[in-house]
């Protein structure tokens, strides 16, 4: 018999209300694993989400695991400060960084979780060297820089592509997804070999935010 798959769910807040943060973030918490924060600076993909600040405001509320996700020009001048922030899993873009591994170390040397996201548009197997090193990679199956957008059907074989390298090389690495996650979508990515999904508007538009993450969850079978 076939072994039931679990996934891990990361609302990202960049579909929350702003407005009342806090009481959103608090909604999630009994059935969340991570909570997802987006951070964009408006180069690297055209949008200005929120930096260091929301990070350092959440964090003496909560307990649940803090997944930041650097899209910006330059993360390695911000690890410190995100880390001192309050970030548990600190993620970068591979294509903002010359030495993926030295970034890597750095996370590391502030005794937080390392991640590495790739753009649709970049080869996958570009992060194949570093995935012995990482605790999470992040696939995007949108274009960053923006929520609501519809899933990328060509994220899934960039799914099962690392989810080969990491059983190959016996990697219990996160494989998160992000972008238009839905109860539509999750089955197939989760059968891709996904272990953490990402959803915004999935979550916080919903009448009952820890339901439809229920719902997600139940997609894993």
């Given amino acids: 018999m076939e072994n039931k798959k679990s996934v891990i769910i990361a609302p990202s807040i960049l579909a929350a209300d702003f407005g009342h943060l806090l009481d959103d973030v608090k909604k999630i918490e009994g ?3 991570l909570l997802h924060l987006d951070v964009m600076d408006g180069h690297y993909v055209p949008n200005i989400s929120f930096g260091i600040p929301i990070v350092q405001s959440l964090r003496p509320y909560t307990d649940i695991i ?4 650097l899209m910006i020009t330059n993360p390695l001048d911000y690890f410190e400060a ?3 922030a309050g970030a548990d899993i600190i993620t970068f873009h591979i294509e903002t960084v010359d030495d993926p591994s030295g970034a890597i170390q750095k996370i590391h040397a502030l005794g937080k979780k390392a991640g590495i996201s790739v753009h649709p548009d970049t080869d996958v197997r570009s992060i194949f060297p570093y995935l012995a090193d990482l605790e999470m990679i992040l696939i995007m199956s949108v274009y960053p820089g923006f929520g609501g957008q519809s899933f990328m059907p060509s994220a899934l074989e960039r799914i099962h592509a690392v989810r080969e390298q990491l059983d190959l090389i016996g990697s219990e690495a996160l494989i998160s997804v992000d972008g238009g996650i839905s109860e539509q979508t999750a089955p197939a990515v989760i059968k891709a070999g996904a ?4 959803a ?7 009448a009952n935010p820890e339901e439809a993450i229920r719902r997600l969850k139940s997609c894993a079978g």
């Fill in 195 to 198: 272990t953490a999904l990402v």
């Fill in 66 to 69: 803090f997944d930041v996700h």
């Fill in 31 to 33: 059935e969340a694993e």
């Fill in 200 to 206: 915004g508007s999935a979550i916080f538009a919903a």
């Fill in 82 to 84: 995100f880390a001192k």
